[in-house]
């Protein structure tokens, strides 16, 4: 089983180019179902879907959300579409099962007076101060994913054209920056990565040892500086991402321009902002209108 298990991680990382996030939560779902697998005598080469129906059924009477009942299917599609692919399976049993529907929630965002506010928040009065001022700046003004900002390197940053380049999936997007990100940038890069950044290292975006940001790093960094805020809103490393997407459709970007930038390969996941923007619409209508 383990070295199924690694086989299939090999693949992942090296064929299919997923991210460490989507490896991690692919190989515990797999594991888990053997687990399940285990304690009933059955092998993985062996599984019909039938026992895939059933482990469906057992994960929701385990009390399991309906996402992440939907998440652990997806990751046995995977699996088994590999095994088929390996020859050690003739059919993918997963296939043509379906877990209860997943009622899509709309994002959370901030307003645009609270995004304002957490961009105040660091104070460029040293390193620290300057880099964190960059990267909110870098990540409302493009709108790209916390692991796509502190996956940067300095040499996706073009200051004289005013964008960057971000890389996904083997997917190159082109997002400009507005001037006062392009600035806090600019400052970063000239006066503050040279002090910090240890020899060799490539990152955009470093800590205080000088080697690459990590995700933790900056989940507690924007924890931090929303708290300093005093924003009652819950704020995580995308919700500047949603608010991004939000508040140009609020002001009539396009959607597929803003497609574009997000790197969505599917419209569908860009227009529950459309669905978003027109909820808030109708909140401010509802109750600014005399006779609503």
């Known amino acids: 089983m383990m070295q199924v298990v690694d086989e299939f991680k090999n693949y992942l990382t090296t064929e299919k180019k997923s991210s460490a996030n989507t490896v991690s939560s692919y190989l515990r779902d797999v594991n888990q179902f053997a687990d399940y697998l285990a304690q009933k005598n059955g092998k993985l080469s062996d599984v019909s879907q039938d026992d ?102 300095v040499d996706d940053v073009f200051l004289s054209a005013g964008f960057i380049r971000c890389e996904s999936k083997e997917k190159n997007r082109i997002i400009p920056m507005y001037p006062t990100a392009l600035k806090a940038l600019t400052d970063y890069l000239r006066d503050v990565r040279p002090k910090l950044a240890v020899e060799g290292e490539e990152a955009l975006f470093v800590n205080m040892n000088g ?63 459309a669905k978003l923007v027109n909820q808030r619409l109708k909140e401010v209508y509802t109750k600014a209108h005399p006779r609503a």
């Open 52 to 153: 895939v129906q059933e482990y469906v059924r057992w994960l929701s009477g385990q009390g399991k959300s309906a996402a992440t009942v939907t998440r652990a299917l997806a990751s046995l599609k995977c699996f088994f579409h590999w095994m088929v692919e390996q020859g050690n399976r003739e059919d993918n049993p997963a296939e043509g099962v379906k877990a209860a529907k997943v009622e899509r929630k709309l994002p959370k965002i901030l307003t645009s007076k609270e995004v304002e506010l957490l961009l105040e928040q660091p104070e460029c009065v040293d390193m620290k101060g300057y880099r964190d001022h960059a990267m909110l700046e870098l990540l409302y003004a493009t709108g790209i994913r916390v692991s796509e900002l502190i996956g940067l390197n």
């Open 211 to 273: 080697t690459r940001m990590s995700r933790q790093g900056f989940w507690k960094l924007i924890k931090y500086y929303g708290e300093k805020a005093g924003i009652q809103s819950e704020i995580t490393p995308h919700t500047l991402r949603h608010s991004f997407a939000a508040h140009l459709l609020e002001n009539g970007a396009d959607i597929h321009a803003i497609q574009e930038m997000l790197g969505h390969a599917d419209i569908s996941s860009t227009q529950v902002y």
